[in-house]
């Protein structure tokens, strides 16, 4: 007799996530480390030498964490590229900040919408942001952000650097980065919040 499982897939985000929040917040107490990773922004993963700790720990946590919540052998190259680039985009992004950049929620196309909206060109932003969307590899889409990045930076805008992560790993999939295209699209030229009498304070970074 064949049975079935009603058992739902998990919808927990994977325990690297965590992990990464962890050293991003590292980076802003350690001035050292920020400097490490800033030195990667221009390497290849693994090039920078003083990277490989936080890398390191990204992937698989301490002696105390659990085989299972390591980042399995099969995604290990896409998640070490993808760690590497956020942590030196971060690191980039955060110079001189005396708060996170790190904002949960905070899509790639919706803080372009926000750098669009801060600058007083309003192409200059939107154009890399699609040169960006068209990318065929993680490592000219990271160049493309870069770029954006520093213009973050000089503008106060934040960005959601976890889910920033998880699209440098998958953008290796054509489907997944089709995916991605459309969220950031749509985040992008979302209609801004306005607030309602129940709502009497503007949305804050």
């Known amino acids: 007799m064949t049975t079935t499982s009603n058992k739902k897939p998990s919808t927990e ?7 990464l ?5 590292a980076i802003d107490r350690d001035p050292g480390l920020a400097a490490a990773c800033r030195r990667g922004r221009n390497r290849e993963p693994l090039d920078e030498l003083d990277m490989h700790q936080p890398i390191s720990y990204v992937l698989e946590g301490n002696e105390n964490t659990p085989l299972a919540e390591y980042v399995p052998s099969w995604q290990r190259d896409e998640v070490i590229a993808a760690v590497h680039h956020t942590l030196a985009l971060y ?4 110079q001189s900040k005396s708060t996170s950049v790190h904002r949960d929620g905070i899509s790639l196309g919706a803080a372009i919408r926000r750098l ?6 309003k192409d ?32 106060n805008v934040t960005l959601d650097y976890v889910a920033l992560a998880d699209a440098l790993a ?12 459309r969220i950031w699209g749509m985040d992008f030229h979302r209609t801004p919040h306005k607030p309602t009498d129940a709502t009497t304070e503007p949305i804050k970074e």
């Open 13 to 19: 985000p994977p325990a690297w996530h965590k992990r």
């Open 170 to 181: 998958a953008w290796h999939s054509p489907a997944r980065r089709q995916g991605l295209k």
């Open 116 to 121: 669009q909206n801060a600058m007083p060109s």
């Open 21 to 25: 929040v962890t050293q991003l917040r």
């Open 124 to 155: 200059g932003a939107s154009r890399r942001f699609r040169a960006a969307q068209g990318a065929d590899s993680t490592t000219e889409l990271t160049s493309h952000v870069r770029f954006l990045v520093s213009l973050m930076r000089t503008y």
């Open 91 to 94: 690191a980039c992004h955060a």
